[in-house]
């Protein structure tokens, strides 16, 4: 396959350095600095997948532009793993070059990003994937897998994408060492990423700390404790259908697997505050606050863990300045 990777991060770096080693021709849009040190020397992924250093089969690029210069205007398969603030752009930019006849398959954090790609390219088009695994860039041309909590989860909307292409996907990623299966039900492994993200990736940013450290603290679970229950009502109010019946049934799974697995994890909010980039938090907290304002609810807690996060990028943002 020749395999488009729309911002080519931590995650999309990985997925792009897999696929090429086994065989699949890679194209990654990315930063400069990253992009060239991909082109020159390859790309090296370390961490508890082991040490690979990927040099054929793939190509970095900075502007869709020159990547249809280069690589002419088909792909056969569209990895979406830009932050989510920048979904609509990137997928608007994409359909001036190249021909909407691929798979997109959105791998990203928070809500919203599958509709889009439903109204942008067509149900027929659009896969929605849960990544609960954890990367980050170390350097330039150097990625560095940190944890692993469960496979990616790859699906599509009802009455859209053949299933049997979702689990040829799933089948990709898996055979290029991406353990990954097909699901009829992506919604709910979206919403469950976003019980995860809500209740940690914030938190664990506010506070600077590894995921670890919020298990670890009886104040810190008890914040937890409440952002998941002030979810669940949202998720009981629009009469969302997921995995867990009641929010005890999914604090267990969170305090007694999820949080172990990714133990040693640092949000990647904080990344994004610490590089004084724009973090995800309007897609994770701030939709669910979104939503359950619609819905009439109140969400407290989920509202200044929202704020807070704001306030710390702002500050870093502005220092850069």
Known sequence: MKILILGAGA???VFGGFLAKSGHEVVLLGRQAH?????????????????????????????????????????????????SYDTEAVIRDYLQYFLNNAPMVSLQNGLGNLEKI???????????????????IIESGRVK??????????????????????????????????????????EKYIWGKVLYNSALNALGSILEVNYGE????????????????????????????LFWNTPDEYLKLLFDELIPATYNHFPSMLQDIRRKRMTEIESIN???????EDLGLFLPVNKVTLNLVKVKERIARSDAR
Do not use: C
């Open 118 to 136: 439903v109204e942008l390219l067509g149900s027929d088009r659009a896969i929605g994937g849960r990544v609960i695994f954890g990367a980050e």
């Open 286 to 292: 701030g939709e669910v606050v979104k939503t359950g």
């Open 214 to 241: 919020l298990l670890n603290r009886e104040e810190t679970r008890k914040i937890i404790v409440y952002i998941i229950y002030e979810i669940f009502s949202v998720i009981e109010k629009s009469k969302t259908r």
């Open 11 to 13: 995650i999309g770096s």
């Open 35 to 83: 992009m060239a040190t991909i082109n020159q020397n390859g790309l090296k992924i370390e961490g508890i997948w082991g040490e690979h250093d990927i040099t054929s089969h793939i190509k970095g690029y900075t502007s869709l532009s020159a990547i249809r210069e280069g690589e002419g205007n088909a792909f056969d398969l569209i990895l979406l793993t830009v932050k």
């Open 145 to 186: 897998v940190t944890v692993y909590a469960d496979a990616v989860v790859v699906g599509g909307v009802s009455g859209g994408i053949d299933p049997r292409m979702v689990e040829k996907i799933a089948a990709i990623f898996s055979q290029s060492g991406i353990p990954s299966h097909a699901t009829n039900e992506i």
